[in-house]
């Protein structure tokens, strides 16, 4: 079965950085898009950041562009959010996730908390 693991989460000052990593096993990894999204206390889920099969296209939310960066490697099943000055508006739980078959798989999430 499908399965997404999410690590990396922690906490981290205003300014700070963190990766995030997620580990996909059940499906062939390197046949489908994969996406970050995260999820405020009180808000609804975001999506922050997608990136194709093939890891030569992505995008972002307006609110990450130019400081989250999203990548992949395929050989090991792994997709990673790349996470630089962080900021308190940041503070959620981060999801990834991927659609096979109309079907959306979630992950666990991971909790990254930016505070001083």
């Known amino acids: 079965q499908v399965q997404l693991v999410e690590s990396g989460g922690g906490l981290v000052h205003p300014g700070g950085s963190l990766t995030l990593s997620c580990t996909a096993s059940g499906y062939t990894f390197s046949n489908y898009g994969m996406s970050w999204y995260r999820q405020a206390p009180g808000k609804e889920r975001e999506l922050v950041a997608q990136?194709?099969?093939?890891?030569?296209?992505?995008r972002y939310s307006d609110s990450v562009r130019d400081r989250f960066s999203i990548s992949r490697a395929n050989a090991v099943n792994t997709v990673y959010l790349q996470m630089n000055s962080l900021r308190p508006e940041d503070t959620a739980e981060y999801l990834c996730s991927t659609s096979i078959g109309g079907t959306r798989y979630w992950g666990q999430g991971t909790q990254v908390t930016v505070s001083s």
């Open positions: 990136i194709s099969s093939g890891g030569l296209m992505d």
